[in-house]
C-alpha cells in the first residue's frame, strides 16, 4: 500500500494501477468503474464504447446550484523500457515513491490520466464533500483518436460547468485547445529506367530534435522534410539529378527529424554535390543553433542493381512540393498573446508502387482557420493535379474568457493559494472540444496536478501537487454549489 495523502485519491489511483487499461484495452477497467458504481447504489451507464457516465445527487442544500461535471479519460499510453518483461495486456503496473515523486518501475505511470479517474471515484465514494449534481464522465481511447468522447451521448448530460482533469500543470487553467485535420496529399508517379553510368547518393536530414506537432510547433526546430525540400531545390538549380526514392517521419503528430532521399547524378557532378551540402549544412546550423544544434546534412555513397527513377514531372514536383508547401505556425491568437492559433505539420512522406503520399497534422484554436488551412492543401493539390483527402477530424475549444466558471475557478485558485492562477489555451487536443461541440451551452475548463514526462518511462507525478489540486477541486465544487 502506498498510504499516501490524499488517502482516498491515491488508494484508487493504487487500484486502478492493478488493472490493465492501454488504449483499446479498456473493457476489464469499464466493468470496475460499472461496479463500483452499483456498489455504491449510484446511477451508472455503459455506453458501445465502455466510456462511463456515473451521477451522484448534491448535496445537501445544493440542490437548485447547476450541475457539474467531472471528465477524464481511462486509458493509458503503454510504454516500457527496452528490458522490461512488463505484460501490458496482464500484468498490473508497480508502483514506487521517491520522495515527492510516484513513478512506475520500467513502464509509463499512468496518471495520464489516472489521477482523473482516482479523484473522480474519490468524489464519488464521499460523504463528506460539498458539491452539486455531479456527474463523473470516464471515456475510453482518449490517447488514440478520442474515440470514447467523439462517440459519448452528450445529450444525456444535465450538468452545465464541464471539469476536465487532464492538464498537466498546478496553477494553470486551461479555456481553450486546439482542434485537428488530418490530411494526405498523393502525388502519382511512375518508374522509369536510369541512365546508364550514374552514381546513386543516399542524402540524409537528421540530428534534429522533433517533438509534439501541437505542443512544441512554437520552438520552430526543424522539419526534416522541409528541410530536404530546400537542399533539393537548391541542388537542382546547380545540377541535374534523378531522384530514385524518398522516405521520412514516423506520426502524423510528430514534427520529422529524419528524412532520405536516394538520388542519381552524373560523376562529374559531385563536387558540386559536395559544394551545396557544406553551403546548406552551414546555413543550417546557424539557423537552428537554437533549437537543432545536432542537425546534419549527410550525403553517402550507395549503390542498388536495377534501380528505377521516379518520371521526371513528378520528381519535379515532389521538390517543388517540399520547398514550398506552407508548415509550421501561420497565425498567432489575438486573444491571448504569445499562444500559437494555428499550424501545419508536414509529418510523414510514404512511397509506394504508384503514389507518393504527404500526410499533414492541421491544427487551429478557431474552427474557421483550421478549414481554411485545409483549403489551402487542397489548392496546392488542385494547382499539382494531386490527390488530397481527409482521415481525421477533431473539434477544437474555443475559448469563454467571460465564463462563470472561469472566474470561479480562478477566485477560489486565489483565495486559496494568495497566487493567480494561470488561464491560457493550448496548441492541441483535449477532450473538452469533442464535448462542448456536441453541448456548445457548456462552460468548460481544464485543471491538473504538476506531471512530468507522459507517455515515457520517465512518467513522475507530484504528490503534494495532487494534494494540492484535490483540494481545490473540493473547493471549487463547494463554491459553484452555492450557486442559484
Given at each position: 500500500?502506498?498510504?499516501?495523502?490524499?488517502k482516498k485519491?491515491?488508494?484508487?489511483?493504487?487500484e486502478?494501477?492493478?488493472i490493465?487499461?492501454?488504449?483499446?484495452?479498456?473493457k476489464?477497467?469499464?466493468?470496475?468503474?460499472v461496479?463500483?458504481?452499483?456498489?455504491r447504489?449510484l446511477e451508472?451507464?455503459?455506453?458501445?464504447?465502455?466510456?462511463?457516465l456515473?451521477?451522484?445527487p448534491?448535496?445537501?442544500?445544493m440542490?437548485?446550484?447547476?450541475?457539474?461535471?467531472?471528465?477524464g479519460?481511462?486509458?493509458?499510453v503503454?510504454?516500457?523500457?527496452?528490458?522490461?518483461?512488463?505484460?501490458?495486456?496482464?500484468?498490473?503496473?508497480t508502483?514506487?515513491?521517491?520522495g515527492?515523486?510516484?513513478?512506475?518501475?520500467?513502464?509509463?505511470?499512468g496518471?495520464?490520466?489516472?489521477?482523473?479517474?482516482?479523484?473522480?471515484?474519490a468524489?464519488?465514494?464521499?460523504?463528506?464533500?460539498?458539491?452539486p449534481?455531479?456527474?463523473?464522465?470516464?471515456?475510453?481511447n482518449?490517447e488514440v483518436?478520442m474515440?470514447?468522447?467523439?462517440?459519448?451521448?452528450?445529450?444525456?448530460?444535465?450538468?452545465?460547468?464541464?471539469?476536465?482533469?487532464?492538464s498537466?500543470?498546478?496553477?494553470?487553467?486551461?479555456?481553450?485547445?486546439?482542434g485537428?485535420?488530418?490530411?494526405?496529399?498523393?502525388?502519382?508517379?511512375t518508374?522509369?529506367?536510369?541512365?546508364?553510368?550514374?552514381r546513386?547518393k543516399?542524402i540524409?536530414?537528421?540530428?534534429?530534435k522533433?517533438?509534439?506537432s501541437?505542443?512544441?510547433?512554437h520552438?520552430?526546430?526543424g522539419?526534416?522534410?522541409?528541410?530536404?525540400?530546400?537542399?533539393l531545390?537548391?541542388?537542382?538549380?546547380?545540377?541535374?539529378?534523378e531522384v530514385?526514392?524518398?522516405?521520412?517521419?514516423i506520426?502524423?503528430?510528430?514534427?520529422?527529424?529524419?528524412?532520405?532521399?536516394?538520388?542519381?547524378?552524373?560523376?562529374?557532378?559531385?563536387?558540386?554535390?559536395?559544394?551545396?551540402?557544406?553551403?546548406?549544412?552551414k546555413?543550417?546550423?546557424?539557423e537552428?543553433?537554437?533549437?537543432?544544434p545536432?542537425v546534419?546534412?549527410?550525403?553517402?555513397d550507395?549503390?542498388?542493381?536495377?534501380v528505377?527513377?521516379?518520371?521526371?514531372?513528378?520528381?519535379?514536383?515532389l521538390?517543388?512540393?517540399?520547398?514550398t508547401?506552407p508548415?509550421?505556425v501561420?497565425?498567432?491568437s489575438?486573444?491571448?498573446?504569445?499562444m500559437v492559433?494555428?499550424?501545419?505539420?508536414?509529418?510523414?512522406?510514404?512511397?509506394?508502387e504508384?503514389?507518393?503520399?504527404?500526410?499533414?497534422s492541421?491544427?487551429?484554436?478557431?474552427?474557421?482557420?483550421k478549414?481554411?488551412?485545409?483549403?489551402?492543401?487542397?489548392?496546392?493539390a488542385?494547382m499539382?493535379g494531386?490527390?488530397?483527402y481527409?482521415?481525421?477530424e477533431?473539434?477544437?475549444?474555443?475559448?469563454?474568457?467571460?465564463?462563470?466558471?472561469?472566474?470561479?475557478?480562478?477566485?477560489?485558485?486565489?483565495?486559496?493559494?494568495g497566487?493567480?492562477a494561470?488561464?491560457?489555451?493550448?496548441?492541441?487536443?483535449?477532450?473538452c472540444?469533442?464535448?462542448l461541440?456536441?453541448?456548445p451551452?457548456?462552460?468548460?475548463?481544464?485543471i491538473g496536478?504538476?506531471?512530468w514526462?507522459?507517455?515515457s518511462?520517465?512518467?513522475r507525478?507530484?504528490?503534494?501537487?495532487?494534494q494540492?489540486?484535490?483540494?481545490?477541486?473540493?473547493?471549487?465544487?463547494?463554491?459553484?454549489?452555492?450557486?442559484?
Amino acid at each position: 500500500m502506498l498510504n499516501l495523502e490524499p488517502k482516498k485519491v491515491f488508494d484508487y489511483f493504487e487500484e486502478i494501477s492493478q488493472i490493465p487499461r492501454g488504449s483499446g484495452n479498456e473493457k476489464a477497467i469499464s466493468d470496475y468503474l460499472v461496479k463500483f458504481a452499483k456498489d455504491r447504489g449510484l446511477e451508472v451507464v455503459q455506453d458501445a464504447t465502455d466510456s462511463i457516465l456515473i451521477t451522484k445527487p448534491a448535496a445537501a442544500g445544493m440542490e437548485k446550484a447547476p450541475g457539474v461535471i467531472v471528465q477524464g479519460h481511462m486509458d493509458m499510453v503503454c510504454v516500457k523500457t527496452p528490458d522490461s518483461t512488463h505484460d501490458f495486456l496482464k500484468d498490473p503496473l508497480t508502483l514506487e515513491v521517491d520522495g515527492d515523486l510516484l513513478t512506475a518501475k520500467d513502464t509509463t505511470l499512468g496518471a495520464d490520466n489516472g489521477i482523473a479517474v482516482a479523484m473522480a471515484l474519490a468524489l464519488l465514494d464521499s460523504d463528506d464533500i460539498l458539491h452539486p449534481h455531479l456527474e463523473a464522465v470516464i471515456t475510453t481511447n482518449e490517447e488514440v483518436n478520442m474515440n470514447g468522447a467523439l462517440q459519448f451521448d452528450a445529450a444525456a448530460l444535465k450538468g452545465k460547468y464541464f471539469i476536465n482533469v487532464d492538464s498537466e500543470e498546478e496553477g494553470e487553467i486551461t479555456i481553450g485547445c486546439a482542434g485537428g485535420l488530418k490530411a494526405v496529399l498523393e502525388l502519382p508517379y511512375t518508374k522509369e529506367d536510369l541512365a546508364p553510368g550514374l552514381r546513386q547518393k543516399e542524402i540524409i536530414v537528421t540530428g534534429l530534435k522533433g517533438g509534439h506537432s501541437g505542443a512544441e510547433i512554437h520552438t520552430n526546430r526543424g522539419n526534416s522534410h522541409k528541410l530536404m525540400g530546400r537542399f533539393l531545390s537548391a541542388l537542382k538549380k546547380e545540377i541535374d539529378f534523378e531522384v530514385l526514392e524518398i522516405s521520412g517521419g514516423i506520426k502524423d503528430n510528430v514534427i520529422p527529424s529524419h528524412t532520405v532521399c536516394r538520388i542519381a547524378l552524373a560523376p562529374e557532378q559531385e563536387a558540386v554535390l559536395t559544394e551545396v551540402q557544406n553551403r546548406m549544412q552551414k546555413e543550417w546550423t546557424n539557423e537552428l543553433s537554437a533549437s537543432d544544434p545536432k542537425v546534419e546534412l549527410l550525403v553517402k555513397d550507395c549503390r542498388t542493381e536495377d534501380v528505377q527513377k521516379i518520371n521526371d514531372e513528378a520528381a519535379k514536383k515532389l521538390i517543388l512540393l517540399l520547398n514550398t508547401l506552407p508548415n509550421g505556425v501561420q497565425t498567432m491568437s489575438s486573444k491571448l498573446p504569445g499562444m500559437v492559433e494555428s499550424s501545419l505539420n508536414l509529418a510523414v512522406i510514404q512511397m509506394t508502387e504508384q503514389v507518393i503520399s504527404l500526410s499533414f497534422s492541421t491544427r487551429s484554436n478557431v474552427g474557421s482557420l483550421k478549414q481554411q488551412l485545409n483549403s489551402v492543401l487542397q489548392d496546392f493539390a488542385d494547382m499539382n493535379g494531386l490527390h488530397f483527402y481527409k482521415t481525421a477530424e477533431y473539434p477544437e475549444w474555443e475559448m469563454k474568457p467571460e465564463s462563470e466558471l472561469l472566474k470561479k475557478a480562478a477566485a477560489t485558485y486565489q483565495s486559496l493559494t494568495g497566487k493567480e492562477a494561470v488561464v491560457k489555451a493550448i496548441h492541441a487536443g483535449l477532450e473538452c472540444g469533442v464535448f462542448l461541440s456536441k453541448k456548445p451551452e457548456l462552460e468548460a475548463i481544464s485543471i491538473g496536478p504538476d506531471m512530468w514526462d507522459v507517455h515515457s518511462v520517465k512518467e513522475r507525478l507530484s504528490i503534494s501537487s495532487t494534494q494540492r489540486t484535490w483540494e481545490y477541486l473540493k473547493t471549487l465544487l463547494a463554491e459553484l454549489g452555492k450557486l442559484n
